[in-house]
Nanobody, 124 residues
Framework: QVQLVESGGGLVQAGGSLRLSCAASGRTFSSYAEAWFRQAPGKEREFVAAITWNGGGTNYADSVKGRFTISRDNAKNTVYLQMNSLKPGDTAVYYC?????????????????WGQGTQVTVSS
């Protein structure tokens, strides 16, 4: 089992930045691929970014490419999402997810463990 706890959300003006953190506990964190998803009101949960177990590979949704950066520190059992140049369209609840294995995926049903989410609100 892996427990995930997100933090770092909040209210920011358009053009601003936030850094989300996802702290993991339980089994060996470094064995898991990690991802961030988000869900806006009335919309389905969507893929944002993912990172392989060793940080060697990343993948991003087109909507955030060049603005968001996913990273991880296995010594701290933490994955991060640095969000720059935020837009009102980035407003959503952001969720951290984990799956055992080396590869990363973009579908929600590929991930076994989820955090409770953290709200990000971008004002215009």
């Amino acid at each position: 089992q892996v427990q995930l706890v997100e933090s770092g959300g909040g209210l920011v003006q358009a053009g601003g930045s936030l850094r989300l953190s996802c702290a993991a506990s339980g089994r060996t964190f470094s064995s898991y691929a990690e991802a961030w998803f988000r869900q806006a009101p009335g919309k389905e949960r969507e893929f944002v970014a993912a990172i392989t177990w060793n940080g060697g590979g990343t993948n991003y949704a087109d909507s955030v490419k060049g603005r968001f950066t996913i990273s991880r520190d296995n010594a701290k059992n933490t994955v991060y999402l640095q969000m720059n140049s935020l837009k009102p369209g980035d407003t959503a609840v952001y969720y951290c997810a984990a799956r055992l294995g080396r590869f990363i995926y973009r579908r929600t049903d590929e991930y076994d463990y989820w955090g409770q989410g953290t709200q990000v609100t971008v004002s215009s």
